[in-house]
Nanobody
């Protein structure tokens, strides 16, 4: 069994900062991609940022220059530092990880429970 546990989030004024973290635990052989997605009310879930195990990162255009994703491979943890937050960033943020549970097994997608980020104007 694998679990992704998120922490962080909350309420902040526009222009402020928040940080999120997510740790994968359980039977894990390796973690390839880890990342963050978000879903605002009435909208589809969208990619925010991803980080490959080799260090390559990818960001949505809307957050480039404001958000930074990082990870600690030894702890199977991914972080998201969010600066210069805007009301449009308000959403539930979900952690995602692609995890191999055993040697030679294919990677499967796992999701966290979601954490609310609210940015007031």
């Amino acid at each position: 069994q694998v679990q992704l546990v998120e922490s962080g989030g909350g309420l902040v004024q526009a222009g402020g900062s928040l940080s999120l973290s997510c740790t994968a635990s359980g039977t894990i052989f390796s973690v390839t991609f880890m990342g963050w997605y978000r879903q605002a009310p009435g909208k589809q879930r969208e990619l925010v940022a991803t980080s490959a195990s080799g260090g390559i990162t990818n960001y949505a255009d809307s957050v480039k220059g404001r958000f930074t994703i990082s990870r600690d491979n030894a702890k199977n943890t991914v972080y998201l530092q969010m600066n210069s937050l805007e009301p449009e960033d308000t959403a539930v943020y979900y952690c995602n990880a692609q995890i191999r549970r055993r040697f030679g097994s294919p990677a499967s997608d796992y999701w966290g429970q979601g954490t609310q980020v609210t940015v007031s104007s």
